[in-house]
């Protein structure tokens, strides 16, 4: 197992992530207990010590589980981690709550990470509104207490949003977990965010690493220029050695729902085998061809905005349409349009075109918004 140092400790650079675990029939709230404690065995025996679960994974059993499964080894042989659920604006106003809480269902008396949980457009106002809601001043409490033995946060959000979190709480924060792969690093502004990170001291914990499994896959043609490169190395392994190639990158999260998936991830990381520059040049050519299918080519240099009567940030809706248009769906753009005001979210556009006739790409803008519309139901 790779090891990587942070304040004195080492880390497992493959963390096991506990949102995928294996599940009974289909149904994601019915973990298999069995089959996920034996999965916990496996990478306990392999050496495996980052476990990172939160309040809302498998229906709020994750948590559950993962307690009992890790309380069948020493405190000191492992490193723990869940989340404040401020993804749901019924959770604001119960921080006290849900904390005591996730000690008990997790049987531990402090937490070795606890994290923000997804700061993005749709929460960024309650997390600073401190005066309300008191998530901050609750959380920096328990650091303080020994409850929480380190402190950081995980984002969604587009750049502006974590720049507003880091100029605001940045001082108190450990680490930061993105959603990174080779994918993101361009189409996500994952390069910008993690320079900004490196710029304040804080490190990267990588969350999505094969970006929901679009990556474990890729085209034949994609595949042969790979193996060609690199014939002993699976498909998947190339996102990982991506970020093992990334300065700053602590803790690599994968979610595996089957032990197949988990040996798998334990060879790829039993060594430390990062990217060349022609070995990376070729995996970030076969990223900008995965991405200029179904998307559209906005370079956002903003001339459709002083032309639309609604005043509509084009760019960033037609960012957000690519995201969700990749993805097939998803909620990274539902959540940052629902922090919009109805008026300035892709319903308003008027079909005028009036900013087709500036746009350097000739991109159908009116037809687009349309089909977003379409998509968003």
């Given at each position: 197992?790779?090891?990587?140092?942070?304040?004195?400790?080492?880390?497992?650079?493959?963390?096991?992530?506990?949102?995928?675990?294996?599940?009974?029939?289909?149904?994601?709230?019915?973990?298999?207990?069995?089959?996920?404690?034996?999965?916990?065995?496996?990478?306990?025996?392999?050496?495996?010590?980052?476990?990172?679960?939160?309040?809302?994974?498998?229906?709020?059993?994750?948590?559950?589980?993962?307690?009992?499964?890790?309380?069948?080894?020493?405190?000191?042989?492992?490193?723990?981690?869940?989340?404040?659920?401020?993804?749901?604006?019924?959770?604001?106003?119960?921080?006290?709550?849900?904390?005591?809480?996730?000690?008990?269902?997790?049987?531990?008396?402090?937490?070795?990470?606890?994290?923000?949980?997804?700061?993005?457009?749709?929460?960024?106002?309650?997390?600073?509104?401190?005066?309300?809601?008191?998530?901050?001043?609750?959380?920096?409490?328990?650091?303080?207490?020994?409850?929480?033995?380190?402190?950081?946060?995980?984002?969604?959000?587009?750049?502006?949003?974590?720049?507003?979190?880091?100029?605001?709480?940045?001082?108190?924060?450990?680490?930061?977990?993105?959603?990174?792969?080779?994918?993101?690093?361009?189409?996500?502004?994952?390069?910008?965010?993690?320079?900004?990170?490196?710029?304040?001291?804080?490190?990267?914990?990588?969350?999505e690493p094969l970006r929901g499994g679009k990556l474990a896959k890729?085209?034949?043609?994609?595949?042969?220029?790979?193996?060609?490169?690199?014939?002993?190395?699976?498909?998947?392994?190339?996102?990982?050695?991506?970020?093992?190639?990334?300065?700053?990158?602590?803790?690599?999260?994968?979610?595996?729902?089957?032990?197949?998936?988990?040996?798998?991830?334990?060879?790829?990381?039993?060594?430390?085998?990062?990217?060349?520059?022609?070995?990376?040049?070729?995996?970030?050519?076969?990223?900008?061809?995965?991405?200029?299918?179904?998307?559209?080519?906005?370079?956002?240099?903003?001339?459709?905005?002083?032309?639309?009567?609604?005043?509509?940030?084009?760019?960033?809706?037609?960012?957000?349409?690519?995201?969700?248009?990749?993805?097939?769906?998803?909620?990274?753009?539902?959540?940052?349009?629902?922090?919009?005001?109805?008026?300035?979210?892709?319903?308003?556009?008027?079909?005028?075109?009036?900013?087709?006739?500036?746009?350097?790409?000739?991109?159908?803008?009116?037809?687009?918004?349309?089909?977003?519309?379409?998509?968003?139901?």
């Amino acid at each position: 197992m790779i090891y990587r140092g942070f304040q004195g400790m080492k880390l497992s650079n493959l963390g096991f992530g506990a949102m995928r675990l294996p599940v009974i029939g289909g149904d994601d709230g019915r973990i298999d207990e069995a089959a996920a404690l034996r999965m916990v065995d496996t990478a306990m025996k392999n050496g495996i010590n980052y476990y990172d679960t939160a309040w809302g994974y498998h229906d709020e059993h994750s948590e559950l589980v993962m307690g009992r499964a890790l309380a069948r080894y020493p405190r000191d042989s492992f490193f723990v981690a869940t989340k404040f659920p401020g993804y749901d604006a019924a959770n604001w106003g119960k921080v006290e709550e849900i904390f005591e809480r996730q000690l008990e269902k997790l049987g531990v008396d402090y937490f070795d990470f606890y994290l923000f949980h997804n700061v993005c457009e749709m929460n960024i106002d309650a997390y600073l509104d401190d005066a309300k809601y008191g998530i901050y001043s609750y959380l920096t409490e328990q650091k303080r207490r020994g409850r929480i033995r380190h402190l950081g946060f995980s984002c969604h959000g587009d750049l502006p949003v974590l720049q507003r979190f880091l100029d605001a709480y940045g001082k108190d924060m450990e680490f930061c977990q993105l959603q990174l792969n080779y994918l993101d690093w361009t189409f996500q502004h994952g390069r910008e965010k993690v320079e900004l990170l490196r710029r304040l001291g804080i490190p990267v914990w990588v969350m999505e690493p094969l970006r929901g499994g679009k990556l474990a896959k890729l085209r034949p043609q994609d595949e042969e220029t790979l193996k060609a490169l690199r014939p002993d190395e699976e498909i998947p392994a190339w996102a990982f050695r991506f970020l093992q190639s990334i300065p700053g990158v602590t803790v690599i999260l994968s979610g595996m729902s089957n032990e197949e998936q988990l040996e798998k991830n334990l060879a790829t990381f039993a060594e430390d085998r990062p990217l060349n520059d022609a070995e990376m040049s070729a995996l970030k050519d076969i990223a900008e061809r995965m991405l200029s299918r179904g998307t559209v080519p906005c370079t956002a240099c903003h001339y459709c905005v002083s032309h639309c009567p609604m005043g509509l940030d084009i760019p960033r809706l037609l960012s957000l349409y690519n995201e969700h248009a990749y993805t097939g769906g998803g909620f990274i753009a539902p959540m940052a349009l629902s922090a919009l005001p109805e008026d300035k979210r892709p319903q308003a556009c008027l079909q005028c075109r009036s900013c087709e006739q500036v746009c350097p790409q000739q991109i159908r803008i009116s037809e687009v918004l349309a089909d977003f519309s379409a998509k968003l139901g």
